[in-house]
């Protein structure tokens, strides 16, 4: 076997399944996105000089996911896979689930090998998360499993990762409690997260950037961003109308459960905001969802574009 599609929404789990396969300790990498298909199939055609078998590993193969994908490059993959290089393995990798109404994945999947592990449920989430720390003889109970997974953006690597600092910290095997769980865990990421939607409620651009930039750096996805952004510009909408129907600071923390402390600073935040902006802010963000969610628009992209309109 000499072709592989491997999906998980793991960059961790796909090393796993790649150090499966690959028999040496090196192999070149191309990023569909930066790479041209050209320049990986003209790699993948070539013969090492000393005959033996040579990996290529191709990331961010979303041609294989229901995204909307550029025929020149479907065409010259499904070329290839018709007569592939016998000394070549070739890796393609995605973290999307892969859409097997797609010619080019029936073609993998007749007669190469694919290798699909759809997004976990939260049962499955849970089952698995318990079976990692198990594996490194520790244990965990389901409370404090779940607030890890809750506090993770919903990104399994990062879950991953703050067991493993938090795995460290014991440095013995042992039974994980919740309370040193919720000091470790998370307290970087919630931090950034409010101090990223303070900085576009504000208007400061550039400390909103660096901040996107350190979340990246976690791998927290940008649809969870504008979900946050939503939600910060329609609470303060609500805000601005119930101050301005004269109801009491009361009524309006009932209304929107919500603490007093949090009603005073949607408060003064609205203020520098018309209705309009507002609305137009909320109206916006809607749109980018909808359009990443029908593969329009990518997410990335749409998120820096609406923080260049709203901070300026």
Known sequence: MNIYLISNESYRLIAEEIKKIVKENTYKIFNLNKSSIEEIIEEANYFSLDGNSKYLVVSNADIFSSDKSDDNTTNLVLKYLENPNSNTILIFTTQKPIDTRKKIVKEIKTKYKVINNSKMDRKSLN?????YVKQKEFNIDYQTINYIINNSYGNLDIMLNELDKVMLYYNVSCHIKYADVERIVGVELD????????????KKLEDALKILNSLKIYKVDSTILVSLLAREYRLMFYVKKMYQSRMSLIEICNNLNLADWQVNKLYNNCLHYSENELATNIVNLCNIDLNIKKGIWDKDIALYGFLLDACI
Not at 191 to 202: E, K, L
């Open 191 to 202: 931090s950034n997260n409010f101090h990223f939607v303070s900085a576009v409620v504000d």
């Open 127 to 131: 089952e698995f998360l318990n079976n």
